[in-house]
């Protein structure tokens, strides 16, 4: 899982609090802030591809006071504490003050169609299916809770992991075929990344051994920073059109490895079974570069740094440099800072900084250009393998120091997203190109709680949210998502059917679907369970007692 899609955890915080240079520069940009999100305000005609429909996830401003109610709260037409906090009510009730607290009813709602995610470690590194009678207990108990079906990652360091073009899908043929005797579907993500290090991962999958031989006698295959520091979590885009891989380039091996999955399981395609594919597109499988890499030091809220050090994507720079008609251009920033500085640290980000300059809007649109063009290429590909199947691809979000005017971690990341541009709507228009989802990951984050956990981070989860929405809406793409950590409670998952099913849309717009993470013994637990069956059912809109 992607560090991007957590909510952090106080013993994550910190030592040190928001510096007044922290503080001056939230004020400083509040209000070009929020005219800059006026621009986003705009709707989009309903749309749909394959099982997709409109999705949406409410974001206006609340308090983390009224979080535990919102939406649940009834007061009396002359309450005259509307205003007031928790605190307050609570030292108010001998005055007779009530709270009723109600809980939405979604009977008759959109059915938003409910996945859960297997372990990461279902399939073993021989490729051989992990407890399979296990699996089969935990398969029949999500079906009697009346779910949709699963999602499993194949990771190309198993399928592919001794040999190019020497594919060994046995352990996913045993792991289908009791999917579907269990009558559920499969959502299946193509994953050309590795497994670990990252927050959630419980198991070690490298890339594929025969890749990793390569990148030995030439490192260049990865991305690279600054200091010569290779990321070997997936490989560069810079050998997308390389063939450096055996003769083959990168793109190449991707879309054998497709083809190869679609031809070995063509049975579940035609019945169905299989309902969608998540192509992964960079690391932790989303679409951005490895720009906070915690194995390089990188500690939250870090700005990261760019990653386009290899010989490859510097190759490219110089090439855009030449046609631009400036060869001195054919660099990096020299003043970005490292992974944990704050934007006002550096020249390149800081206020009025070099990331507007002439050479700074060059480089930035240089480099959000290749990680636009990564996968506008992977793509095309995936709808020639996939044909007629359901396709989707997985946009981080990078909500941290959102709320200054460079927006410096979504820079690093890739998302060339400053305060005065867009950055959303060409990916948003790349994905529509090739009728692909977006699957996003920080939609169940609310600001007010970041701004109190993380105050020095000036970030804004919800005005993310509702900026890359607005840009699917635009695009017609259809819109999935997932809860970022485990949850089991009611709480939870009334913000997540809030986000799901919005209020008072006009347009009705909803989840295309959402992906559970993850199945595990708690979620077997027999009182978790109740409640996550629950949930379905509202999921479904469905009645529930």
Known sequence: MAISSIRFLHCLRPCNVASSAIVSSYVSHTLSFVASMSRFHSSSSECSFCCFSGGLVSCG????????????????????????????????????????????????????????????????????????????????????ANVDGVMVDCWWGIVEGNAPQLYNWSGYKKLFQIVREHKLKLQVVMSFHKCGGNVGDDVHIPLPKWVTEIGQTNPDIYFTDREGRRNTECLTWGIDKERVLKGRTAVEAYFDYMRSFRVEFDEFFEAGIISEIEV??????????PSYPAEHGWKYPGIGEFQCYDKYLMKSLSKAAELRGHLFWAKCPNNAGSYNSAPYETRFFCDGGDYDSYYGRFFLNWYSRVLIDHGDRVLALANLAFEGTCISAKISGIH??????????????????????????????????????????????????????????????????????????????????ENALPCYDREGYNKILENAKPRHDPDGRHLSVFTYLRLSPALMERHNFIEFERFVKRMHGEAVK
């Open 280 to 289: 992964g597109l960079g690391p932790c499988g989303e679409l951005r570069y």
């Open 61 to 144: 401003a609340r308090s983390r006071n009224f979080a535990r109610v919102r939406d649940r709260v009834h007061r009396t037409e002359d309450d005259p504490i509307l205003g007031d906090s928790m605190d307050d009510i609570e030292g108010k009730k001998d005055a007779d003050i009530s709270l009723q607290v109600q809980e939405r009813d979604f009977t008759g709602t959109a059915y938003v169609p409910v996945y859960v995610m297997l372990p990461l470690g279902v399939i073993d590194m021989n490729c051989e299916l992990v407890d399979p009678e296990g699996l089969q207990n935990e398969l029949k108990t999500l079906k009697s």
């Open 400 to 481: 941290w120091w959102y709320k200054t005017a460079s927006h410096a971690a979504e820079l690093t990341a890739g998302f060339y997203n400053p305060s005065n541009r867009d950055g959303y709507a060409p990916i948003a228009a790349m994905l529509s190109k090739h009728g692909v989802g977006l699957n996003f990951t920080c939609v169940e984050m609310r600001t007010l709680d970041q701004n109190e956990d993380f105050p020095e981070a000036l970030a804004d989860p919800e005005g993310l949210v509702w900026q890359v929405l607005n840009a699917a809406w635009d695009a017609c793409i259809p819109v999935a998502s």
